[in-house]
């Protein structure tokens, strides 16, 4: 299984961006999807999930200003990041995860960082 984590960037607080995750060797239907951050000197964290069904989950931090999706025909997953803060400031990692199947797979950060 192989993800590739796209659309970070510098962005102006308040702005947005849009985070893709393109999933390859795996059915990505049946799978669920996640998006996790770490900031310099602290421990990564989750931020969304969406599982196989569609359900969500969200960081009470980020309620109201994310959104994850997926496209289950593109095997990709997003995350749309509004109303930026400072704070969002972070590399953003994307994972893929069936515990029924034992499978947690993760790829390569994206860069997000948010100025004032």
């Known amino acids: 299984v192989q993800l590739q984590a796209s659309g970070g960037g510098l962005v102006q607080a308040g702005g947005s961006l849009r985070l893709s995750c393109a999933a390859s060797?795996?059915?990505?239907?049946?799978?669920?999807m996640a998006w996790y951050r770490q900031a310099p000197g602290k421990q990564r964290e989750l931020v969304a999930a969406i599982t196989s069904g569609g359900s969500t989950n969200y960081a009470d931090s980020v309620k109201g200003r994310f959104t994850i999706s997926r496209d289950n025909a593109k095997s990709t997953a997003y995350l749309q990041m509004n109303s930026l803060k400072p704070e969002d400031t972070a590399v953003y990692y994307c994972?893929?995860?069936?515990?029924?199947?034992?499978?947690?797979?993760w790829g390569k950060g994206t860069q997000v960082t948010v100025s004032s």
């Open positions: 994972n893929l995860f069936n515990p029924d199947y034992g499978m947690d797979y």
């Open positions: 060797g795996s059915i990505f239907s049946i799978n669920g």
